[in-house]
């Protein structure tokens, strides 16, 4: 009703497969594609209740109303006029922002939502708003802020099905958005359906009946303690509202209190709105509202020039504002007020303003009030051919609004609402009994599968028994095989010993003759230098030979290392330090430098051992590097560790040989740059001395460009 302030609506066993086929056999037999439906619905709604549960323990909303709070503050405050920018702006913020929750679109969808049907009446672009609303709270009603928006969702698409005449869906939408809202708990926005009621009363005719649901409507909006202006709106159009029905039922008196009582209430509660653009509008806009009513009271009354001044009062404000179908209106109280008067030359004026407005913002039942106007000057002025054309074309207009607007007449919303109710009660009692079944069903299911279970327990149990013998039997099998493995062992191991034993032996019954032969070829040299070069090449290929027999001996007296030693507190820097010392003159040699970087370091440890560890990795480092290249040796503490490297920029280790660095295995050794000789012992030794510190060796080698040689040894408690 547009005389009223507007309102922002907004196998394993055969026993076991028997017993199944059977069972799965009875279902089918009693309707399976009813059971399907009925488990998947249930299965549907438990997960939607599952989602809501999960989502409610969530302490973060997905909502940022901080946010948007001042964007939508800054659209509403473009106007009526600047609409389309509002809209523009409204988009480009919330595509810059993709974290939208549900309800920060949803009050967007709003916004677009109370353009399309309080001001333009555009009831097909303002249900696509309303039915995006619906889908973006579409399972997300368990929290009572969605709740409470779908609610006023479905309430808003009832009143455009009402407004399409199909009352019956449209007071389906409002049973259902009342059953939302009141779901959620919140008395503030019951409101917007109890005014919907009235209105409809109001649009029936029966004031009397609409008046209590106005008044209940105002009650419950003192619930609405954080949305002052939402109450502020609200609540002032319902007082103006409750005096349009005193006004219509002929109760002067009483419509006069309730326009006062509106009056009243803008004045005493504009203030905190008066700031804000917007708001401050709407007052103005309320006002002339009221004023506009208030007038054709003014005017039953017989105050003629009251009625006048009040109705041009109206027009002014809210011919260009949000409120312009209210002030079509009121030019029709003032058109007549002229008529009436024989102010002929003022009515036609008014109706080209009306025109005018209608063409911008076009309404049926102001269209049809126009046409009658027209009919109703024309005739007054003496044109009786355009009377009947204007009267012609109020009739044809008019039968058109009847068409939609008759049926309502005939509603009993009371009998509507009570059929609504037993519906709803009836579907709950048909969901309940689908979901009784659908636990039979399920409850079924479980006992077969329950006795599968034991059963298959039974028949395991059976079987592990009879493993659990052959198992022992095995064991027993398992622990004499064992016993003659350990004999195995230790006469492996103590044949180890006498073979290392004996290769000592060898050794060193060995070393004294081949240093022997070694010194003889040394004095021949030195005694008679007049040998022919032939004999020369000759003698020195004996003492290379016996340098090299004497070193193989050397490695193989070695090679026992993790035999028992006596361990004592070794300062590892200064052993480095030691070994870098009498290697420099070797790496001068190959015009070779070594770089040393040390950290004071105290060790548990062999230091004979530890020294031929660093001995070995230094040694390989300028055997394998060529000449006039840096060697790098440095110390690093990580944590309860510590860290040697040793890196060259050498020719590297092959790929088929990294495998084979740190055991006695045939080619693991190999010359070095110069042809220095390698037996591939050094390295295995290496290993089995840092392991027996409890410690670990590894390389990082690269062929061609170098390798890093990393012994890693754990600090005890003295550092």
Same mark, same amino acid.
């Given at each position: 009703m547009r005389e009223a302030q507007a309102r922002n609506n907004n196998s394993t066993g055969t026993f076991v497969y028997l017993l199944l086929h059977l069972f799965f056999n009875r279902i089918a037999d009693m309707k399976v594609a009813a059971l399907i439906d009925r488990l998947a619905r249930w299965a549907g709604v438990s997960g939607i209740y599952l989602l809501a549960a999960c989502s409610t323990t969530s302490q973060e909303s997905p909502d940022h109303p901080e946010y948007f709070d001042p964007v939508l503050e800054k659209a509403t405050g473009f106007g009526g006029d600047r609409v389309m920018e509002a809209f523009h702006y409204l988009d480009s913020v919330y595509a810059a922002f993709p974290d939208a929750g549900p309800l920060d679109r949803t009050r967007k969808y709003n916004f677009k939502l109370d353009y399309y049907w309080n001001i333009r009446r555009d009831p097909y672009r303002a249900r696509i708003y309303a039915d995006s609303i619906l889908w973006v709270l579409s399972g997300k009603t368990t929290q009572p802020a969605y709740a409470i928006e779908y609610g006023r969702a479905l309430l808003q698409i009832g009143d455009l099905l009402k407004e399409e005449g199909k009352y019956s869906d449209a007071f389906s939408r409002y049973y259902e958005g009342r059953a939302f809202i009141q779901r959620a708990g919140d008395t503030c926005f019951f409101n917007e359906y109890?005014? +919907?009621?009235? $209105?409809?009363?109001?649009?029936?005719? +029966? *004031?009397? &009946?609409?008046?209590p649901y106005f008044r209940e409507a105002f009650a419950v909006l003192d619930a609405c303690k954080r949305n002052l202006f939402y109450r502020f709106r609200n609540q002032q159009a319902d007082l103006d509202n409750i005096a349009l029905c005193y006004h219509k039922l002929g109760q002067t008196d009483s419509a006069m209190f309730y326009y006062d009582s509106a009056t009243r209430y803008i004045a005493a509660h504009k203030a905190p709105f008066l700031k804000n653009p917007p708001q401050a509008r709407f007052v103005g806009e309320a006002l002339a509202v009221i004023n506009g009513n208030k007038g054709s009271l003014l005017l039953k009354m017989g105050d003629t020039a009251g009625a006048e001044n009040l109705y041009r009062q109206s027009i002014a404000t809210n011919l260009y504002g949000s409120e312009t179908r209210d002030a079509q209106i009121t030019i029709t109280k003032l058109v007549t007020l002229h008529l009436a008067q024989r102010r002929h030359s003022e009515a036609a004026t008014w109706l080209g303003v009306m025109r005018r407005s209608l063409d911008t913002m076009p309404n049926g039942e102001n269209e049809t009030l126009w046409h009658k106007l027209r009919s109703q000057y024309h005739q007054a002025t003496g044109n009786h051919a355009m009377a009947l054309l204007s009267l012609q074309s109020y009739i044809r207009v008019k039968d058109s609004l009847e068409k939609t607007s008759s049926p309502l007449r005939a509603i009993d919303i009371q009998k509507e609402f009570g059929y609504l109710a037993r519906e709803y009660e009836l579907t709950l009692l048909r969901r309940e009994n689908e979901v009784k079944t659908t636990y039979l069903y399920i409850s079924l299911i479980f006992f077969a599968m329950t006795i599968a279970i034991i059963l298959l327990i039974w028949q395991n149990w059976k079987r592990s028994k009879k493993h659990v013998e052959e198992l022992r039997k095995l064991n027993h099998q398992i622990l004499i095989q064992h016993d003659q493995m350990n004999k195995s062992l230790d006469a492996l191991e103590q044949s180890q010993l006498d073979n290392s034993k004996m290769m000592k032996i060898v050794a060193h019954d060995l070393r004294n003759p081949v240093g022997a032969i070694i010194t003889l070829t040394e004095l021949i040299w030195l005694k008679d230098n007049d040998q022919s070069g032939?004999?020369? !090449?000759?003698? @020195?290929?004996? #003492?290379? !030979? @016996? &340098?090299?027999?004497?070193?193989l001996i050397t490695e193989l007296l070695r090679m026992n290392v993790i035999s028992k030693t006596q361990m004592e507190l070794v300062q590892i820097d200064l052993v480095l330090q030691y070994c870098v010392d009498l290697l420099r003159l070797k790496a001068e040699e190959k015009d070779q430098k070594i770089v040393l970087h040390t950290i004071p370091m105290t060790l548990q440890a062999s230091r004979e051992k530890i020294w031929r560890v660093f001995s070995n990795l230094i040694t390989n480092a300028v055997k394998f590097s060529r000449r006039g290249t840096v060697i790098e040796v440095s110390m690093k503490r990580d944590n309860n560790l510590l860290r040697i490297s040793v890196k060259d920029n050498g020719i590297g280790i092959p790929t088929d040989m990294k495998d084979k660095i *740190?055991?006695?295995?045939?080619?693991? @050794?190999?010359?070095?740059?110069?042809g220095e000789e390698s037996y591939g012992l050094g390295l295995a030794i290496s290993k089995q001395i840092v392991e027996s510190h409890g410690g670990r060796i590894w390389f990082e !080698?690269? &062929?061609? #460009? @170098? !390798?890093?040689?990393? $012994?890693e040894l754990r600090i005890n408690a003295l550092n």
């Amino acid at each position: 009703m547009r005389e009223a302030q507007a309102r922002n609506n907004n196998s394993t066993g055969t026993f076991v497969y028997l017993l199944l086929h059977l069972f799965f056999n009875r279902i089918a037999d009693m309707k399976v594609a009813a059971l399907i439906d009925r488990l998947a619905r249930w299965a549907g709604v438990s997960g939607i209740y599952l989602l809501a549960a999960c989502s409610t323990t969530s302490q973060e909303s997905p909502d940022h109303p901080e946010y948007f709070d001042p964007v939508l503050e800054k659209a509403t405050g473009f106007g009526g006029d600047r609409v389309m920018e509002a809209f523009h702006y409204l988009d480009s913020v919330y595509a810059a922002f993709p974290d939208a929750g549900p309800l920060d679109r949803t009050r967007k969808y709003n916004f677009k939502l109370d353009y399309y049907w309080n001001i333009r009446r555009d009831p097909y672009r303002a249900r696509i708003y309303a039915d995006s609303i619906l889908w973006v709270l579409s399972g997300k009603t368990t929290q009572p802020a969605y709740a409470i928006e779908y609610g006023r969702a479905l309430l808003q698409i009832g009143d455009l099905l009402k407004e399409e005449g199909k009352y019956s869906d449209a007071f389906s939408r409002y049973y259902e958005g009342r059953a939302f809202i009141q779901r959620a708990g919140d008395t503030c926005f019951f409101n917007e359906y109890n005014s +919907r009621l009235a $209105v409809t009363y109001y649009y029936q005719n +029966r *004031f009397q &009946e609409a008046i209590p649901y106005f008044r209940e409507a105002f009650a419950v909006l003192d619930a609405c303690k954080r949305n002052l202006f939402y109450r502020f709106r609200n609540q002032q159009a319902d007082l103006d509202n409750i005096a349009l029905c005193y006004h219509k039922l002929g109760q002067t008196d009483s419509a006069m209190f309730y326009y006062d009582s509106a009056t009243r209430y803008i004045a005493a509660h504009k203030a905190p709105f008066l700031k804000n653009p917007p708001q401050a509008r709407f007052v103005g806009e309320a006002l002339a509202v009221i004023n506009g009513n208030k007038g054709s009271l003014l005017l039953k009354m017989g105050d003629t020039a009251g009625a006048e001044n009040l109705y041009r009062q109206s027009i002014a404000t809210n011919l260009y504002g949000s409120e312009t179908r209210d002030a079509q209106i009121t030019i029709t109280k003032l058109v007549t007020l002229h008529l009436a008067q024989r102010r002929h030359s003022e009515a036609a004026t008014w109706l080209g303003v009306m025109r005018r407005s209608l063409d911008t913002m076009p309404n049926g039942e102001n269209e049809t009030l126009w046409h009658k106007l027209r009919s109703q000057y024309h005739q007054a002025t003496g044109n009786h051919a355009m009377a009947l054309l204007s009267l012609q074309s109020y009739i044809r207009v008019k039968d058109s609004l009847e068409k939609t607007s008759s049926p309502l007449r005939a509603i009993d919303i009371q009998k509507e609402f009570g059929y609504l109710a037993r519906e709803y009660e009836l579907t709950l009692l048909r969901r309940e009994n689908e979901v009784k079944t659908t636990y039979l069903y399920i409850s079924l299911i479980f006992f077969a599968m329950t006795i599968a279970i034991i059963l298959l327990i039974w028949q395991n149990w059976k079987r592990s028994k009879k493993h659990v013998e052959e198992l022992r039997k095995l064991n027993h099998q398992i622990l004499i095989q064992h016993d003659q493995m350990n004999k195995s062992l230790d006469a492996l191991e103590q044949s180890q010993l006498d073979n290392s034993k004996m290769m000592k032996i060898v050794a060193h019954d060995l070393r004294n003759p081949v240093g022997a032969i070694i010194t003889l070829t040394e004095l021949i040299w030195l005694k008679d230098n007049d040998q022919s070069g032939e004999t020369q !090449s000759l003698l @020195g290929m004996m #003492k290379e !030979s @016996g &340098e090299k027999a004497l070193n193989l001996i050397t490695e193989l007296l070695r090679m026992n290392v993790i035999s028992k030693t006596q361990m004592e507190l070794v300062q590892i820097d200064l052993v480095l330090q030691y070994c870098v010392d009498l290697l420099r003159l070797k790496a001068e040699e190959k015009d070779q430098k070594i770089v040393l970087h040390t950290i004071p370091m105290t060790l548990q440890a062999s230091r004979e051992k530890i020294w031929r560890v660093f001995s070995n990795l230094i040694t390989n480092a300028v055997k394998f590097s060529r000449r006039g290249t840096v060697i790098e040796v440095s110390m690093k503490r990580d944590n309860n560790l510590l860290r040697i490297s040793v890196k060259d920029n050498g020719i590297g280790i092959p790929t088929d040989m990294k495998d084979k660095i *740190f055991s006695m295995s045939p080619g693991a @050794g190999r010359k070095g740059t110069q042809g220095e000789e390698s037996y591939g012992l050094g390295l295995a030794i290496s290993k089995q001395i840092v392991e027996s510190h409890g410690g670990r060796i590894w390389f990082e !080698s690269q &062929e061609g #460009k @170098g !390798s890093v040689f990393h $012994v890693e040894l754990r600090i005890n408690a003295l550092n």
